[in-house]
């Protein structure tokens, strides 16, 4: 401690000198609580990113991450291994998946040498429509109970990526989970957390409290949590496939649950409900080629972004500048509108969505940034006349495959709507549908919800280069711009990237029919300095520290030599392996 200079002589009191060396003592321990010295790399990095070269499996609990490995080392690839840690997932991180939700997988298989694209979200009930909400006195689609209850896709986009590309038998990828539901897991600090919160909102709905808690509270840190209900369903899915979920006695226990509960979701849109493959769409940033799946989900918002962010010098500015948050904002807003109008089931809209990630549109909408003013407001742009609390998981394999998978209930543990005996919460993605009349994104039967989880993924040259993704309601498309500008831009390697300070805007024109006010709220994680913040508020931003929606990061990079680099979220409890 250089800058501590004290004098104990032979003569000071034992008094005296105990002290000193108690104030000696606290100094160093203040001291070393404001920063963790690191040898090499950034000093914001949590740690150095794992390396491996025979599998790589990155997930949000170290559990599932355990699985996905041992899967990989039975002989499964990567398709395997991400089925196998999303099941353990829906029984470890309840908070934020399971098999009453929803899936989007973007899947680089190495012997046809190409993306996939698995759209595995279900529809609104046949049964249900606007007018009935509109009739019934709804100004908005209810956050929670049973009517914004959509069918879930989960369990149908496990069989669609298995029988296309898994090896392992099925009942040998839901193993790990049924065994643990029986036999119970310790629950982490940051999931009992959630759950605490949970239990008190969720707790009126039928089934929840007496599934998804111990005696009526959740379970702290430490307590092993045992769900014998769920273990029971995987094993009826394990035996009978996914016709089981949707057409056997399961889809029937859902659908009379929901009857007797005021809900409207019916075994027939269990029994007919069906995933999409679907291709990636992609953009070129600085040589990367960025890709994300289309709408219903949110995924092009990312590289709308990307597109006008590639026409500043962004290498030349400091992460933590006032000129690079403004400028990452009013894009960030702008794109939004976009978002807001036209993002939403292609089925029954003409989504314009090669205009809207073309390069033209991009130079259309910069041209709407003001460099010493916050906006407040923006139209959605007209595309067609440039014609002419969520888990993410990542798997890689030795054969060079590798999957980029995410899977939500919405709103943290879903609807609340707890089915008997099944051990898991429906979710309630039908609230993010829109009830005015005509909007791209209106309530209609049988129609998908605009979505927020979005997988990505990025090839370099036509080869495989990054699986990744980023949890968080709108942080998502927020965050990857952000992980991919620190790698590419700001030369940050996979961990440094995730582990860097986040920017996150809200507040912005939403899909269901909500306008932006007064530039919305710009919120920074507290490592942004005081002068930035300063100059930020002094553009107009209304900033912000919000407690942690910053999302969850997971990623793994292929090196050229066949190294895998995997990386993790350290704001949460991720994990990232490989072997």
């Avoid at 529809?123 to 879930?152: A, C, D, M, Q």
């Avoid at 005996?421 to 009349?437: N, V």
Wanted: aromatic share 10%.
């Amino acid at each position: 401690m250089n800058f501590l200079r004290l004098r104990i002589s032979s003569n000071s009191s034992l008094l005296a000198r105990s002290a000193t060396a108690l104030i000696v003592a606290c100094l160093v321990l203040v001291t070393n609580s404001f920063a963790v010295d690191r040898v090499t790399g950034e000093q914001f990095a949590k740690r150095s990113a794992v390396l491996a070269q025979n599998g790589m499996a990155a997930t949000s609990q170290p559990i599932a991450t355990q699985v996905a490995l041992d899967v990989l080392q039975q002989g499964g690839n990567a398709v395997d291994a991400a089925i196998a840690a999303n099941a353990v997932l829906g029984l470890v991180e309840p908070t934020g998946n399971g098999i009453g939700g929803d899936l989007y997988a973007i899947i680089w298989d190495n012997s046809t040498q190409k993306l996939y694209g698995l759209n595995a979200s279900g529809k609104s009930p046949k049964s249900l429509t606007r007018e009935w909400f509109i009739e019934n006195g709804h100004t908005s689609i209810p956050p929670r109970g049973p009517l914004p209850v959509s069918v879930p896709g989960t369990v149908d986009g496990w069989f669609e990526m298995h029988s296309r590309f898994g090896k392992l038998p099925m009942a040998d990828l839901l193993k790990p989970a049924i065994t643990y539901a029986n036999e119970g897991v310790p629950i982490t600090q940051y999931i009992a957390y959630l759950w605490d919160i949970y239990v008190p909102i969720l707790g009126k709905w039928p089934g929840f409290i007496e599934q998804m808690t111990l005696d009526g509270r959740a379970p702290k840190e430490g307590d092993v949590w045992k769900n014998p209900n769920l273990a029971n369903t995987l094993s009826k899915i394990a035996e009978g496939g996914r016709d089981a979920f949707y057409k056997g006695e399961i889809a029937r226990t859902i659908a009379d649950y929901m009857q007797e509960n005021d809900g409207f979701l019916d075994y027939e849109d269990l029994a007919t409900h069906t995933s999409k493959w679907i291709d990636p769409v992609s953009t070129n940033y600085r040589g990367y080629d960025v890709w994300e799946l289309p709408p219903n989900g949110q995924g092009i918002a990312a590289l709308q972004m990307l597109n006008m962010l590639e026409m500043y010098d962004i290498k030349s500015m400091d992460r933590e500048s006032p000129e690079f948050v403004h400028l990452f904002t009013e894009v960030k807003k702008i794109v939004f509108e976009d978002r807001a109008k036209y993002y939403a089931d292609s089925e029954f809209n003409e989504i314009p969505v090669k205009e809207l990630i073309s390069k033209s549109y991009a130079k259309k909408r910069a041209k709407l940034i003001d460099f010493e003013k916050a906006g407040t407001s923006f139209d959605a742009g007209d595309p067609k006349l440039e014609r002419g609390d969520t888990i993410y998981l990542t798997t890689a394999d030795s054969e060079g495959n590798m999957v980029s998978l995410i899977q939500s209930n919405y709103r943290g543990m879903g609807s609340g709507m707890t089915p008997p005996g099944l051990g898991f919460i429906l979710q309630d993605r039908g609230e993010l549908f829109s009830l005015e009349e005509g909007h791209f994104n209106s309530y209609e039967p049988g129609k998908r919800p605009f979505h927020t989880i979005i997988p990505a993924f990025v090839t370099k040259n036509n080869k495989p280069w990054m699986s990744f993704g980023l949890m968080g309601g709108a942080m998502q498309p927020q965050g990857h711009v952000q992980i991919l500008l620190n790698m590419i831009d700001f030369g940050l390697n996979i961990q440094e990237a995730g582990d860097a300070p986040r920017i996150h805007h809200t507040g912005s024109s939403q899909p269901t029919g909500e306008v932006m006010t007064n530039g919305g709220i710009l919120n920074l994680e507290s490592q942004f300095p005081y002068s930035t913040i300063r100059e930020l508020m002094r553009r107009g931003h209304k900033v912000q520290f919000a407690n942690g929606p910053y999302g969850g990061y997971q990623a793994i990079m292929r090196a050229p030599n066949g190294v895998y680099w995997g990386a993790t979220e350290s704001r949460k409890d991720g994990s990232a392996a490989g072997y």
